[in-house]
């Protein structure tokens, strides 16, 4: 068996050369359809932080120190255990999030690489991506990690603004963030996304679209805009709750999402989803298999996957969510190959709720021929062809259902939520009045 080093580096030599070919087909339409069972994408959590962002709730912890090989170990084995039990054999993307990934070092993440790759075919071509902090992650740091198999960057840059990246609690300035894009950049051209956060307290509309236009100058194909929530418990939302910090406004925050999306139609971005946009067909196809319900394993601690236990004789889609607490997730590990800590088996409603909400996210909706995977006995007009209240969101021009299926308009995909609330019942009381299929018990 090779090294996972220099396995990792082979392999990482023949995705370059993949990753052009395909990026030149991306460009040309859209992607790729869901994958079927033996497929999946594949989701890495490293929960470990150098500090707490003063908004943020996710699952991370900020050590003392961090055992890892232990760690590295248990998330080869977890990998392994979920492969093996999914019964997938072609993983399609890799993504490395967090917490802060980029602490982790290059030789885990070539570790992981290697043992999905060995317990399920990694194609050359499949998008691995990891998430970066700009203060842990200088040009060396990215080199090594291009070698261990990494070809695509997502950058938390949030802000490039000194004051409210200090606001947010990043460890990094925008002087930071610009210097590890432009690295990024360097190293892996045309496959660096940044994230740009928006509604933060006080924050104003027109300083926000400068900052989107300078950061025009410097990004590259792909970026991210987030809306801040206030989240209970988080530094931030105690400042707000003590009178501290004004509260954000959703109003402006709105104003900016709009402007926002507009100003990067004009720099030629598509927005393929509600806070993604691409460039040059620099989608990203991780993303792109949760918007179509494709199946994707959870790694790590509190990491969720969706997908059917075929390996273990199972055929119906789970959601599933591992331990939380690293430690304890660690132990799980080592006695039981997994740590998995709560399995729920989605219903074909549940299911279909969710191939609607998470499709219509995307600007190309759901295709007739994508939501019959799901419902082959409910077509989408059968659910949604004779209602009033669609009908009436379809002349308002927020929705489209035709000959290539339902999506939302550019107008629409602004107000998804409040169409959803629509939509959702709508698809409730059209299943319970479908008619049974054959061989369906009463
Ligand atoms: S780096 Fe990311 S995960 Fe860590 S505290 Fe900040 S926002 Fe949260």
Known sequence: MALPGARARGWAAATKMAQRRRHAEDAEGFPSPAPPSSRAALYVHWPYCEKRCSYCNFNKYVPRGVEEAAMRSCLVTEAQTLLGLSGVRRVDSVFFGGGTPSLASPNTVAAVLEAVDQAAHLPADSEVTLEANPTSAPGSRLA????????????????????????????HSASDALQTLAEARRLFPGRVSVDLMLGLPAQKSGPWLRQLRELLAYCDDHISLYQLTLERGTALFSQVQRGTLPAPDPEVAAEMYQEGRAVLREAGFRQYEVSNFARNGALSTHNWTYWQCGQYLGVGPGAHGRFVPQGAGGHTREARIQTLEPDNWMKEVTLFGHGTRKRVPLGELELLEEVLAMGLRTDVGITHQHWQRFASQLSLWDVFGSSQEVKALLVQGLLLLDHRGLRCSWEGLAVLDSLLLTLLPRLQEAWLQRAPSPGQGG
Do not use: M, V, Y
């Open 144 to 171: 090594a990690f291009g070698a261990a198999g990494i070809n695509r960057l997502s950058i938390g840059l949030q802000s490039l603004d000194d004051k409210e990246l200090q606001l947010l609690g990043r460890t």
